[in-house]
């Protein structure tokens, strides 16, 4: 009797170590379970999120949208991206999902579209319910694993589509590499593809470069299509970059300011302005590489004749998804613009490290500096020497004059005279004035160009009665250029 109560004792005791047992091995069956299950859906939440950020990448390349700023985030495998239109997002470099995984694809329209790849198989478009592919840029499919199969929406978790089965096979992400440079961010696809964004800071270098050589057309339009005899470099100064004369800033005497590069950049296409004989008239030309120049046309088809009624060409730059090329177009219509093409019909690509040719050379001489264009014509500009007006007068007939006191003799009272005047080496916007003094009245003041002179004739009358004891009367002759003042004192004695 003992023994069977110790047996069962045992035998209770072992029981009891065996629920003991199972009981903790299912809670960690459940536990292990639950961890799984975790993990999944840390998984499907991290791949959806991946999925909005490639979505609004694509859009932003499509929207011509620019990259402000990219920073890593510490301690996680991602990017805060900052765009030109304000939009911000954390953009994953890379995550591994699980088979099917989702993609992108450029169609042979240039628009980019979803597609889904199975294992190793080839990526298939992914389809709508309509069989209608779904555009990368617009909806952004969502993913999830419910009775054991992947299933996924275009319309915001409205209606679900089966994929598969939740294999839990290892996938791949949409971005096989993203590489940063000063100039775009460049997305290598897993398919092989590759888009890039540019920079804020790229274009606005392209633009700085377009606004460069914009200023030179001007320049050049200046130059050639209108003459000007007075025109005198007055003050020359180097323009520097990264330590080498790349051209110089001419200040005219007329105040104007031209900055002119000397053509040490590379060329990819040059400006010029050439006459055409069948009217005798001046029109722009472009040479694109190695080839002949041709003329330029307006989008209405005239030839653009290069004066300032006809109009300027601007060049400038645009954004075809991920890639810079020239336009040009003429004030004031500066947004109907033509792409700029070569002998080929290829756009020309824009970059800010290459500028067009306008001007080759600037060479500056003893007397003058000479540009050189881009069809080797040059423009001479001579230096300007500054000197001050020199005027000299006639006496009225009769009347003794002294050149070196300006002492008129026998001139009689309240009597009318004229004094003849010629100035030399005339600055530009000379003003002449006189003004009587001691009884004297100025009556009246001519001016005419006369060459590169200035004459004319001041009159006068005398007074009545001369007012001072060595009976004489005065004309004051002030001769006024920008803040330069000169004055010179006429003297008449009496001669009753």
């Not at 003459?227 to 100064?237: H, L």
């Not at 009587?436 to 004739?457: I, M, P, Q, R, Y």
Request: charged share 15%; glycine share 8%; hydrophobic share 40%.
């Amino acid at each position: 009797m003992k023994m069977k109560r110790i047996i069962s004792i045992v035998f209770a005791s072992l029981a009891l170590l065996t629920a003991v047992s199972c009981t903790k091995g299912l809670m960690e069956d459940l536990n292990n379970l639950k961890g799984r299950v975790t993990d999944l859906e840390t998984i499907v939440s991290n791949i959806n999120e991946y999925y909005v950020s490639t979505s609004k990448i694509v859009a932003a390349l499509e929207d011509h949208d620019m990259i402000r700023s990219i920073t890593p985030v510490k301690n996680n495998n991602s990017y805060l991206v900052t765009f030109a239109s304000g939009q911000t997002l954390t953009l994953i470099q890379g995550i591994d999902g699980m088979t099917p995984n989702l993609g992108i694809r450029k169609y042979t329209d240039g628009i980019y579209y979803w597609t889904v790849q199975y294992g190793s198989e080839e990526p298939q478009w992914l389809l709508s319910n309509l069989g209608l592919k779904v555009r990368a840029s617009g909806l952004t499919p969502q993913m999830k694993i419910e009775d054991g199969w992947w299933q996924y929406s275009y319309d915001g978790g409205g209606t679900w589509t089966r994929l598969c089965k939740a294999t839990g096979e290892a996938g791949s992400s949409v971005f096989k590499n993203i590489s940063i440079s000063d100039s775009f961010v460049t997305f290598t696809l897993t398919n092989g593809g590759v888009f890039q964004i540019p920079t804020e800071a790229y274009f606005q270098r392209l633009i700085d470069k377009c606004n460069s050589v914009n200023k030179e057309f001007e320049t050049a339009r200046d130059l050639l299509a209108k003459v000007d005899t007075s025109m005198a470099v007055k003050t020359i100064s180097q323009i520097m970059e990264a330590g080498e004369v790349v051209g110089y800033k001419l200040v005219l005497n007329n105040g104007k300011v031209l900055e002119i590069r000397n053509g040490k950049d590379q060329a990819p296409f040059t400006f010029a302005i050439k006459r055409n004989y069948d009217d005798w008239l001046d029109y722009w030309t472009v040479k694109i590489g190695d080839g002949d120049f041709t003329w330029l046309y307006k989008n209405n088809g005239e030839m653009a004749q290069a004066s300032s009624m006809s109009g300027t060409p601007r060049l400038a730059v645009r954004d075809t998804l991920g890639a810079f090329y020239y336009v040009y177009s003429f004030y004031p219509n500066t947004n109907d613009y033509q792409w700029l093409r070569d002998p080929e019909g290829n756009l020309v690509a824009a970059d800010p490290y290459s500028r067009p040719v306008l001007f080759k050379a600037v060479t500056v001489g003893a007397e003058s500096v000479a540009l050189t264009l881009g069809d080797d014509s040059i423009i001479y500009i001579p230096l300007y020497y500054a000197q001050n007006p020199v005027i000299s007068f006639t006496p009225p007939p009769g009347v003794t004059y002294n050149a070196a006191t300006y002492l008129y003799s026998a001139i009689l009272p309240n009597t009318p005279y004229a004094v003849g005047y010629t100035i030399k080496s005339v600055p530009a916007n000379l003003q002449i004035e006189a003004i009587g003094l001691d009884g004297a009245t100025v009556t009246n003041l001519t001016k005419l160009t006369s060459g590169a002179d200035l004459v004319g004739t001041i009159s006068f009358t005398t007074p009545v009665a001369f007012p001072n004891p060595a009976g004489t009367t005065r004309v004051l002759v002030f001769l006024t250029w920008g803040s330069n003042v000169t004055m010179q004192v006429l003297e008449f004695k009496n001669g009753s």
